[in-house]
């Protein structure tokens, strides 16, 4: 199918460009017209915060649609005349941008407790009514222009609340696009070269992101999801052209003419893109057993930008080699004839000098990985808010003045939502447990049950006297819910539910942390099986499993160095230490996972297409080594350029997504293949491809990446 696929690319690429353009002009202009809305969901069905905000919902508790946010200012004396006339004509200018009547003053009666004891530090509540998101930063933006111009005697205001968060000036795509093309131009040493992965990964890129924008109308992604389908498919649509281009020009370089190297670098690399594409598919909507809105949203619009840039490279790219012709290293650097040979010849002999010494270079890259993953041990799920903001952001400053004010746990209250079925007499319940709450160790202040119109539902506020993000607020919410309600409700009707968002926060980080080990699971024995069918042997998809997770472990663990425990924090713009976002892990394993595949099969066809030619382990390996090195190190390159130009300028959960990817791309593309790779399959010798004939007899034959069919083993000698 590749091979008709290639020649028709080839032979018909007026076609396949104008279709590919009006493809393209299609979906943007699709996009644009008839575009969804992108929403942050981070409900969880069947968690008790999840059930405390059903509760509120089925006893028509007066709630608020929209963003909410705060105007927290400071002052010596808030109730001075002239900090009072300002803040008052603040708010009311505010009044006008958000919606009549939806900012709460603490000079009125319904904001008098929003007032420190001092009379410091005070705040307005700010409820923006619902609109679509260009309105909400429209909104915002004219709100920041306000307090920036307010101008009150002797006070400090900020604004709190995601939705007056500031957007990062710096374009973290076009910084890893721009990092990617040098990269790209020292690897193939020519302009028009260089050009040919770019123009197929923006195409495929452009595509998957105008599909995603009219998927959202029928499916909830995150806020995030377009800036993570970029990374992910600048990343990935790079590497896939840029594997099938270094085969078209080996090709050339060969002997074959345009059409014939054009139909080899399909067979061969395509089919490597194909497969490596699939994996990266397969891990990411693994991610839809989760059973959370959020993460599937996520997985589906990844999946997506995956597939169009899988999709440009085989059928775009050769129509462009049908284009470039023999002239595919036009306009090349001075000085680069011969480099690529000397490059490969460099490579074998460190392949020779691992494979002379495989168990000390596999101690070695073993022990590395091993140190780097420690840290992993102590990963907390959680989420970032604007206390992990840098202090340029005026809701970092917010945050801390409410912090200094009035506590860290105000901050993050938690919400008691309770179901009082018994009327009047359940109330006097309220108030012994309202007592409790106030002499529960942890709890900073607990305010008085607060009924709904109809008198059959409360909530009481808990401030936790730790930031939102402490272990100790996580082990105060459960010490509330298993220690702390159920005596002092017991012999009552009384339902009463633990809620807020940071308990909702602890529940999605401990339902994500209990699902990875199944999710990781899931998809290990899929990637096993693929491996296995793939290159019929056994113990090549046990190694590439093995040191696969060893690479992941060590990202995860200099996450947690960085982001936990605040190593090196301020060079990547984050404010302070907090948890893991809890999305993060489990992404990062399934996207990584998938691209790790990328390497290993390129270099794997590589030294199964010699082994097979030869019979000789050791040579193939080395073979395969000089022959995959060089273009595996251009493509880890451009990989971490590009992810480490996310982790550099973009919100929290990327610049956490952006590192992690990076870390894991440096290390398999370095200590993996370089290392670990060449010494275990020395140690392994002819072991490496053994299959049992009965195993054989039954998995179905695949052409292989290197172009044939997967033969039968030699012999189905045992390990």
Same mark, same amino acid.
């Given at each position: 199918?590749?091979?008709?696929?290639?020649?028709?690319?080839?032979?018909? +690429?007026?076609?396949?460009?104008?279709?590919?353009?009006?493809?393209? @002009?299609?979906?943007?202009?699709?996009?644009?017209? &008839?575009?969804?809305?992108?929403?942050?969901?981070?409900?969880?069905?069947?968690?008790?915060?999840?059930?405390?905000?059903?509760?509120? =919902?089925?006893?028509?508790?007066?709630? +608020?649609?929209?963003?909410?946010?705060?105007?927290?200012?400071?002052?010596? =004396?808030?109730?001075?005349?002239?900090?009072?006339?300002?803040?008052?004509?603040?708010?009311?200018?505010?009044?006008?941008?958000?919606?009549?009547?939806?900012?709460?003053?603490?000079?009125?009666?319904?904001?008098? &407790?929003?007032?420190?004891?001092?009379?410091?530090?005070?705040?307005?509540?700010?409820?923006?009514?619902?609109?679509?998101?260009?309105?909400?930063?429209?909104?915002?933006?004219?709100?920041?222009?306000?307090?920036?111009?307010?101008?009150?005697?002797?006070?400090?205001?900020?604004?709190?609340?995601?939705?007056?968060?500031?957007?990062?000036?710096?374009?973290?795509?076009?910084?890893?696009?721009?990092?990617?093309? @040098?990269?790209?131009?020292?690897?193939?040493?020519?302009?028009?070269?260089?050009?040919?992965?770019?123009?197929?990964?923006?195409?495929?890129?452009?595509?998957?992101?105008?599909?995603?924008?009219?998927?959202?109308?029928?499916?909830?992604?995150?806020?995030?999801?377009?800036?993570?389908?970029?990374?992910?498919?600048?990343?990935?649509?790079?590497?896939?052209?840029?594997?099938?281009?270094?085969?078209?020009?080996?090709?050339?370089?060969?002997?074959?003419?345009?059409?014939?190297?054009?139909?080899?670098?399909?067979?061969?690399?395509?089919?490597?893109?194909?497969?490596?594409?699939?994996?990266?598919?397969?891990?990411?909507?693994?991610?839809?057993?989760?059973?959370?809105?959020?993460?599937?949203?996520?997985?589906?619009?990844?999946?997506?930008?995956?597939?169009?840039?899988?999709?440009?490279?085989?059928?775009?790219?050769?129509?462009?080699?049908?284009?470039?012709?023999?002239?595919?290293?036009?306009?090349?650097?001075?000085?680069?004839?011969?480099?690529?040979?000397?490059?490969?010849?460099?490579?074998?002999?460190?392949?020779?000098?691992?494979?002379?010494?495989?168990?000390?270079?596999?101690?070695?890259? @073993?022990?590395?990985?091993?140190?780097?993953?420690?840290?992993?041990?102590?990963?907390?799920?959680?989420?970032?808010?604007?206390?992990?903001?840098?202090?340029?952001?005026?809701?970092?400053?917010?945050?801390?003045?409410?912090?200094?004010?009035?506590?860290?746990?105000?901050?993050?209250?938690?919400?008691?939502?309770?179901?009082?079925?018994?009327?009047?007499?359940?109330?006097?319940?309220?108030?012994?447990?309202?007592?409790?709450?106030?002499?529960?160790?942890?709890?900073?202040?607990?305010?008085?049950?607060?009924?709904?119109?109809?008198?059959?539902?409360?909530?009481?506020?808990?401030?936790?006297?730790?930031?939102?993000?402490?272990?100790?607020?996580?082990?105060?919410?459960?010490?509330?819910?298993?220690?702390?309600?159920?005596?002092?409700?017991?012999?009552?009707?009384?339902?009463?539910?633990?809620?807020?968002?940071?308990?909702?926060?602890?529940?999605?980080?401990?339902?994500?942390?209990?699902?990875?080990?199944?999710?990781?699971?899931?998809?290990?024995?899929?990637?096993?099986?693929?491996?296995?069918?793939?290159? +019929?042997?056994?113990?090549?998809?046990?190694?590439?499993?093995?040191?696969?997770?060893?690479?992941?472990?060590?990202?995860?663990?200099?996450?947690?160095?960085?982001?936990?425990?605040?190593?090196?924090?301020?060079?990547?713009?984050?404010?302070?230490?907090?948890?893991?976002?809890?999305?993060?892990?489990?992404?990062?394993?399934?996207?990584?996972?998938?691209?790790?595949?990328?390497?290993? @099969?390129?270099?794997?066809?590589?030294?199964?297409?010699?082994?097979?030619?030869?019979?000789?382990?050791?040579?193939?390996?080395?073979?395969?080594?000089?022959?995959?090195?060089?273009?595996?190190?251009?493509?880890?390159?451009?990989?971490?350029?590009?992810?480490?130009?996310?982790?550099?300028?973009?919100?929290?959960?990327?610049?956490?997504?952006?590192?992690?990817?990076?870390?894991?791309?440096?290390? =398999?593309?370095?200590?993996?293949?370089?290392?670990?790779?060449?010494?275990?399959?020395?140690?392994?010798?002819?072991?490496?491809?053994?299959?049992?004939?009965?195993?054989?007899?039954?998995?179905?034959?695949?052409?292989?990446?290197?172009?044939?069919?997967?033969?039968?083993?030699?012999?189905?000698?045992?390990?």
């Amino acid at each position: 199918m590749l091979t008709r696929l290639a020649r028709g690319c080839y032979r018909r +690429r007026w076609f396949v460009l104008a279709g590919w353009a009006l493809v393209l @002009v299609g979906l943007m202009e699709l996009g644009s017209a &008839h575009g969804g809305r992108f929403v942050n969901d981070f409900r969880l069905p069947g968690s008790e915060s999840q059930r405390a905000i059903d509760l509120l =919902d089925a006893h028509d508790f007066p709630t +608020r649609s929209g963003h909410a946010g705060q105007v927290v200012f400071a002052a010596p =004396d808030i109730d001075d005349p002239a900090v009072t006339a300002g803040m008052q004509d603040l708010f009311a200018d505010l009044d006008r941008i958000v919606a009549p009547g939806e900012v709460v003053s603490p000079y009125e009666p319904e904001g008098e &407790h929003f007032v420190n004891p001092e009379r410091t530090i005070a705040f307005a509540q700010v409820n923006m009514a619902e609109r679509d998101e260009d309105r909400y930063d429209a909104a915002a933006a004219r709100a920041r222009a306000l307090v920036a111009a307010a101008d009150v005697p002797g006070t400090t205001v900020e604004l709190g609340g995601n939705v007056f968060a500031e957007s990062p000036e710096f374009s973290s795509e076009l910084v890893g696009f721009g990092a990617a093309m @040098v990269v790209l131009l020292l690897a193939f040493g020519s302009v028009l070269a260089m050009g040919l992965p770019l123009v197929t990964a923006a195409t495929g890129i452009v595509a998957g992101i105008s599909i995603v924008t009219l998927v959202v109308r029928v499916v909830g992604m995150p806020s995030y999801a377009i800036e993570a389908v970029a990374m992910i498919g600048i990343g990935v649509g790079i590497d896939y052209a840029l594997f099938v281009v270094t085969r078209y020009r080996e090709g050339l370089r060969g002997g074959l003419d345009p059409e014939a190297a054009t139909v080899r670098s399909l067979e061969t690399a395509g089919r490597a893109v194909l497969l490596a594409g699939t994996v990266v598919v397969i891990g990411v909507m693994g991610m839809l057993t989760a059973g959370l809105a959020m993460i599937r949203g996520l997985a589906i619009g990844i999946s997506l930008g995956v597939l169009a840039t899988m999709l440009a490279s085989v059928t775009l790219l050769p129509a462009l080699l049908g284009f470039a012709g023999t002239a595919v290293d036009r306009l090349a650097l001075p000085g680069r004839r011969g480099r690529d040979e000397r490059r490969s010849a460099a490579w074998g002999r460190w392949s020779r000098t691992v494979q002379a010494r495989p168990w000390p270079a596999l101690a070695l890259g @073993v022990g590395l990985l091993a140190v780097l993953a420690v840290p992993a041990l102590g990963l907390r799920h959680g989420f970032g808010d604007a206390g992990n903001r840098p202090r340029g952001d005026t809701t970092r400053r917010a945050y801390d003045l409410v912090a200094d004010g009035f506590g860290p746990g105000a901050n993050g209250p938690l919400v008691i939502a309770a179901d009082l079925p018994g009327g009047p007499p359940d109330v006097f319940v309220l108030m012994e447990l309202w007592h409790r709450l106030s002499a529960t160790p942890g709890v900073a202040m607990a305010l008085p049950p607060l009924l709904n119109d109809v008198g059959d539902a409360a909530v009481l506020q808990v401030f936790p006297a730790s930031s939102p993000q402490a272990a100790g607020t996580q082990e105060l919410v459960h010490r509330l819910r298993d220690d702390v309600l159920p005596p002092a409700l017991a012999g009552t009707t009384i339902t009463a539910e633990v809620g807020g968002a940071t308990a909702a926060s602890v529940d999605f980080g401990e339902f994500t942390a209990d699902h990875l080990p199944w999710f990781t699971g899931s998809v290990l024995v899929v990637s096993f099986a693929l491996l296995t069918i793939v290159f +019929r042997s056994l113990l090549v998809p046990v190694k590439a499993v093995a040191v696969n997770l060893l690479a992941l472990g060590a990202s995860y663990g200099l996450l947690v160095v960085v982001f936990q425990w605040g190593w090196g924090l301020g060079l990547l713009g984050v404010g302070r230490p907090g948890p893991i976002d809890a999305w993060v892990p489990m992404m990062l394993f399934a996207v990584m996972f998938g691209l790790s595949m990328d390497y290993e @099969v390129f270099l794997l066809s590589r030294i199964r297409e010699s082994y097979d030619r030869t019979g000789d382990n050791s040579a193939a390996v080395a073979d395969g080594v000089a022959a995959t090195a060089r273009v595996i190190t251009a493509a880890a390159a451009v990989m971490v350029c590009v992810f480490g130009a996310f982790a550099l300028g973009s919100t929290r959960s990327l610049k956490l997504f952006g590192l992690g990817l990076a870390t894991a791309v440096l290390l =398999d593309a370095t200590v993996v293949r370089l290392v670990l790779v060449p010494a275990t399959m020395e140690l392994l010798g002819d072991r490496n491809w053994w299959l049992p004939g009965w195993l054989d007899r039954r998995l179905p034959t695949l052409r292989r990446p290197g172009g044939r069919d997967a033969p039968r083993p030699r012999a189905a000698t045992t390990p």
